[in-house]
């Protein structure tokens, strides 16, 4: 799937959730990706029985999840997601995005169950082909 398919306000979302971290380069082979959607978009899994998602601490004691992809190179690469449950002005933004994200989705005709279960499997780095289909909500 390439960008191409991408609804670009559904793309601009889900980069607002993880801005911070981008641009991210690969040390091995010096790959660089711009943003989180080119990130799950040019490296795969790192195993087809294992999420690649791992949840810890960062330094201030806030849970943050982890996400393990490799690199076209072979390189593990590891990004990380604030968890939805920080408290933090981040944490609110981020947890105001995903709202935004959803209601623009079932605004797009998409069920709000399968809307919820499909951003989060972006967010986890699983590919969405009914995300990768919506089309912006008509004009009344």
């Not at 990380?80 to 709202?99: H, K, M, N, V």
Request: charge should be positive.
């Amino acid at each position: 799937m390439t960008g191409a398919h991408w609804d670009p306000k559904l793309v601009a979302g889900l980069k607002a959730l993880a801005e911070a971290s981008f641009p991210k380069r690969c040390a091995n082979c010096g790959t660089v990706y711009e943003d989180v959607h080119d990130y799950v978009s040019r490296t795969v899994p790192i195993s087809e029985v294992r999420s690649g998602l791992k949840q810890s601490r960062d330094d201030d004691g806030q849970t943050i999840v982890e996400l393990f992809r490799n690199c076209a190179c072979g390189s593990t690469l590891m990004d990380f997601f604030g968890d939805r449950r920080d408290l933090s002005e981040a944490g609110a933004r981020r947890r105001q995005r995903f709202a935004e994200l959803l209601t623009y989705l079932v605004g797009s005709g998409l069920d709000g169950v399968v809307a919820r279960a499909e951003l989060l499997k972006v967010m986890r780095g699983e590919a969405s082909e009914i995300l990768a289909g919506v089309k912006p909500p008509k004009k009344a």
